[in-house]
C-alpha cells in the first residue's frame, strides 16, 4: 500500500527558516510534489522531485531521498503570507499515475 | 487566459438530492481529476479521467458519478447515496495521467453543505 506522513502543524518567526518533512512509503514511486494552500483556496504547485537531491525555486528549496523515502520542503526568509498549509503528495506509477496526498503540514508564521 | 474554474463556490442543499458540481478546464489537457478534503485530511481521490469518454474510480468513489463527454469538462454528482457529502470539493487537470512531471492545476473549489 501506500502511506505518506507529515507533521500536522509547525510554527516559525518571520525571516526565519523553515523545514518540513514529508516521509513516504509507496510501490511505485514516480515523483513527489509539494504544493501549498491557503485556507478555502485551492493548492498551487511548488515544486518537483523525481531524481536524489535539492531542486532550488527562490525562497523555496524541495530535497528527495528516494533510498529513504523521505522529503522535505525547506521555505527561507518566512513571510506572513507564507501562513499556509504545505501538502506533499506522490505519483505512484503503480496507480495509473494518481497523485497520493498527504494530511498537510499548516503553518503559522509569527511576526 | 487560461485556467480551470468551478462553480458555484458555496452550494447547500437539503439531504436525498442529487447535485452535479461542474469543472471546466481550457488548458488543453487531457487529464482530470475530482478530490475530496475534509478537515485535517488530506485530499482524497473520488474520480480520475486521462481521456475523453472514460474514466475511472479513485479511492472513494461510492456515491459519486462522474461524466467525461468533452475534454474541457469534467462534471462531479453527488448522489444520495454518498453518506458524508458535505466536503470542499477540488477539480484539477494535468497534460497527462502518467507524465513524468506535470503537475495538477487546481481549480478554486466548491463547498457543498448538505443538511
Known amino acids: 500500500g501506500q502511506n505518506i506522513d507529515q507533521p500536522t502543524e509547525m510554527t516559525a518567526t518571520e525571516g526565519a527558516i523553515v523545514q518540513i518533512n514529508c516521509t513516504y512509503q509507496?510501490?511505485?514511486?514516480?515523483?513527489l510534489f509539494w504544493y501549498q494552500q491557503h485556507a478555502g483556496e485551492a493548492p498551487t504547485f511548488l515544486s518537483y522531485?523525481?531524481?536524489?537531491g535539492l531542486e532550488e525555486k527562490g525562497r523555496f528549496s524541495s530535497f528527495l531521498s528516494r533510498s529513504k523515502g523521505y522529503s522535505y520542503l525547506l521555505l527561507k526568509e518566512l513571510q506572513m503570507k507564507d501562513s499556509a498549509s504545505y501538502l506533499c503528495?506522490?505519483?505512484?506509477?503503480?496507480?495509473?499515475?494518481?497523485?497520493?496526498f498527504g494530511q498537510g503540514t499548516e503553518l503559522s508564521v509569527k511576526p | 487566459d487560461g485556467g480551470i474554474t468551478q462553480s458555484p463556490k458555496y452550494l447547500f442543499r437539503k439531504e436525498g438530492q442529487n447535485v452535479t458540481l461542474s469543472c471546466e478546464q481550457n488548458?488543453?489537457?487531457?487529464?482530470m481529476y475530482w478530490y475530496r478534503q475534509d478537515p485535517g485530511q488530506g485530499l482524497r481521490l473520488i474520480y480520475y479521467?486521462?481521456?475523453?469518454?472514460?474514466?475511472q474510480k479513485g479511492d472513494i468513489a461510492e456515491g459519486y458519478s462522474v461524466s467525461r463527454e468533452k475534454k474541457e469538462s469534467f462534471p462531479l454528482t453527488v448522489t444520495s447515496a454518498q453518506k458524508n457529502p458535505t466536503a470542499f470539493y477540488l477539480c484539477?487537470?494535468?497534460?497527462?495521467?502518467?507524465?513524468?512531471?506535470?503537475?495538477?492545476?487546481f481549480g478554486p473549489g466548491t463547498r457543498l453543505t448538505v443538511t
Open positions: 522531485n523525481v531524481l536524489d
Open positions: 503528495a506522490v505519483r505512484d506509477h503503480n496507480q495509473g499515475g494518481k497523485l497520493i
Open positions: 484539477a487537470s494535468s497534460l497527462g495521467g502518467q507524465g513524468a512531471s506535470y503537475e495538477q492545476y
Open positions: 479521467s486521462q481521456i475523453v469518454n472514460d474514466f
Open positions: 509507496t510501490s511505485g514511486f514516480n515523483g
Open positions: 488548458l488543453n489537457h487531457d487529464a
